[in-house]
């Protein structure tokens, strides 16, 4: 089954769904696409094995959303009235729909069709077969979420900064969007959206998408009402909503921050560099094509770092250090307004195109705004992260250190590790010591051009690499088979070497033959060269020692979620008893899984660390969001001692 039966070139802005369109339904396949080369013939997106979309026979074109969330009973009601694109034949259109209770479907008279809620299976949810109307293309579906919609996190005013009221927040990646909005939720099936979205006096909705309704609307029923547009075809799993005590601060013309009030100001101060890393991205990789880019910055139990929701980057708190050290995060889902939102991974076995393509893209956009010292610091931990990841993996030999994944039936999560992140960016690297920087930019610039709003796949990047970027021998040099379809760290991956590493380096060997950390020379670091610090130290250390570091430096009371986070590691290991009131503070105050993770696997190791885990996990879970839930279930195994 094909997503699009041949997929079409363009350069401009505009949608470029019409064209995809009449190319499936209608007479434009006919016609060569221009300047197709070689990688358009015969081209074809393969299936996606986490929809049940038939996206060749029916496709939904655009999303409309009348939607009231209901914070007592957990569920958000309303209707979702889909546009659909339909082959000559097809008399209904299927989606994907999960957790959804539907009430009723119609055509756009308000006339009743037939629907069926097919088998659910427990990650993909089940197809929803509605029967299409004979008039039109409009169907609407009037449905509501459950309390326990996978994608929707509920937090209580105690979860909040301002303690007041209640917050909601959407994640749709990879697969969740389904469970809040019935529609075809695979990447590869592009779509436009609007809302309109009734809440509760002293409450503010925001989505990523344009704010285009009128100020202090009201509903009948006294509800205020937010109205939003994105005009650019989006892949579903960007569709996203917030809701609650949000307040507003101004960065640049463009660019600015949503939060909690009594975090706004910090939030703003933190991301002052917002527009430096636009002119930067644009300079690089060619025009930002989304209008605003505002950033929100969430409630603790955000599960990321940060979402690269379109005009709103959803945000973790534990980026605002104070001192603009964590930043590059918002370089990096800036950069996927390029990388994963103009061009998409077609389905989720090909995450790295996004992930890889981006993390490359941002230590280029830090390198312009912080200097090469900074990125190359960046780089470095990337590689130290690469390496730990083909370790979890299995080893070099391991199917998931591939950077193209067969994913099968598995849960897109499982593709979610360092590899597609940092073997990615390990390729781009690569790449660029093979062809220089100069043919890799120009030819970057030209993908995202050339390819925006369109699916992609390893297999069509590597075609078009071919006939843009790669000449005479270049192909075996890169050995570009290799490093995207094969496991394992091809031997030709550039070293990265950083100049501030080499002098932090010196202080760890120092410190290893016997130096008192007081004696250390760490006037200056930052907050990498802290986490290079910790993470070269050795596995197994004294509590006298440990406790000589925490006088000197307090990294037990660090309020750098990233120092912390790589200090309260190596407490776990070493049983380090002062800072494990920290560790149980830093467990239930905030949800970040790639900060929990670790912690818990590292606490799972040992008979006193699991029982010490599981009391905080009793407690912490129901704070956390679904995806987190889902993780360190697995990682405790819970299911088996609850
Ligand atoms: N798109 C990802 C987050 C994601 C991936 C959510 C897959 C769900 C499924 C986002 O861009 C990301 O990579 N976030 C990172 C931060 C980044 C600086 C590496 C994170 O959350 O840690
Ligand atoms: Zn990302």
Not at 55 to 83: M, Q, Y
Not at 138 to 163: N, R
Not at 550 to 555: C, E, I, T, Y
Request: net charge neutral; with cysteine.
């Amino acid at each position: 089954m094909l997503i699009n039966a041949k997929f079409t070139m363009r350069t401009s802005t505009a949608p470029a769904i019409a064209l995809a369109l009449a190319c499936m339904f209608g007479s434009a396949c006919d016609e060569p696409p221009p300047s197709t080369g070689q990688v358009a013939q015969g081209d074809s997106l393969p299936r996606d094995p986490h929809s049940y979309a038939q996206p060749a026979e029916a496709r939904v074109t655009h999303v409309s959303l009348d939607l009231t969330p209901d914070f007592a009973s957990k569920r958000i009601r309303g209707t979702a009235k889909l546009a659909i694109a339909r082959g000559a034949s097809a008399d209904s259109v299927v989606l994907d729909a999960r957790d959804l209770t539907i009430k009723r479907v119609t055509d756009a008279s308000g006339a009743g069709l037939g629907f069926n809620l097919g088998t659910t299976k427990e990650l993909l949810g089940a197809p929803l077969t509605i029967a299409l109307p004979a008039q039109g293309d409009t169907i609407v579906i009037e449905y509501e979420t459950s309390p326990d919609a996978a994608a929707v996190q509920w937090l209580t005013p105690a979860q909040t900064a301002g303690k007041k009221l209640p917050f909601l927040f959407t994640q749709g990646q990879a697969i969740l969007t389904r469970t809040w909005v019935p529609t075809q939720d695979g990447p590869g099936i592009r779509q436009t959206y609007d809302a309109a979205i009734h809440v509760p006096a002293g409450m503010r909705a925001v989505m990523s998408a344009d704010h285009a309704g009128t100020e202090g609307e009201k509903d009948p029923r006294g509800l205020t009402v937010y109205r939003f547009r994105m005009a650019n075809p989006i892949p579903p799993y960007l569709i996203a909503l917030a809701v609650g005590d949000i307040a507003f601060r101004p960065i640049g013309k463009t660019t600015g921050v949503y939060a909690e009030p009594s975090v706004v100001n910090r939030a703003a101060n933190e991301f002052t560099e917002v527009d430096q890393m636009i002119a930067a991205a644009e300079k690089l990789f060619g025009p930002y094509r989304w209008g605003r880019y505002d950033i929100l910055v969430l409630p603790p139990s955000f599960p990321f770092g940060g979402m690269e929701n379109p005009t709103l980057t959803f945000a973790t708190p534990t980026i605002l250090a104070g001192d603009r050290s964590l930043v590059s995060l918002v370089a990096h889902e800036l950069a996927h307004s390029w990388s994963g939102n103009l061009v998409t991974n077609a389905t989720w076995d090909d995450f790295w195109l996004n992930e890889g393509f981006t993390t490359y893209l941002e230590s280029r956009i830090m390198e312009k705004v912080r200097g090469k010292r900074y990125a190359d610091m960046l780089r470095q931990l990337g590689r130290q992260d690469m390496l730990k990841a083909v370790t979890d993996a299995g080893g070099p030999k391991g199917a998931d250190t591939r950077l193209r994944l067969d994913l099968g039936g598995r849960d897109p999560d499982e593709g979610l590790t360092d590899i597609a992140y940092e073997k990615g960016a390990a390729f781009l690297q690569t790449v660029e010591s093979v062809v220089g920087r100069e043919r890799l930019d120009a030819f970057l610039k030209d993908y995202f051009d050339r390819f925006a709003f369109q699916p992609m796949t390893s297999d069509r990047m590597v075609a078009y690499m071919k006939e843009k970027l790669l000449k005479g021998d270049d192909e075996q040099r890169i050995n570009l088979r290799q490093w995207i379809y094969e496991p394992g760290i091809p031997a030709n991956v550039p070293p990265v070497q950083s100049e501030a590493f080499t002098a932090v380096d010196k202080q760890v060997e120092a410190w290893k033959s016997g130096a008192a950390a007081s004696s250390m020379t760490t006037k200056d670091w930052s907050t990498h060269e802290w986490l290079h610090y910790l993470r070269a130290l050795p596995d197994t250390i004294p509590s006298e020692r440990l406790a000589d570091l925490d006088r000197a430096f307090s990294l037990t009371s660090s309020g750098n979620s990233e120092i912390l986070g790589a200090w309260l590691l190596i407490a776990i290991r070493n049983r380090h008893q002062p800072a494990f009131a920290a560790l149980d503070r830093f467990l239930t105050s905030q949800g970040r899984r790639k900060f929990l993770t670790p912690l818990y696997t590292e606490l799972a190791k040992t008979d006193w660390g699991r029982r010490m885990a599981m009391d905080i996990y009793r407690r912490a879970r129901p704070t956390y969001h679904s995806v987190a839930v889902g993780t360190i279930d697995g990682v405790l195994k819970w299911s088996e001692v609850r």
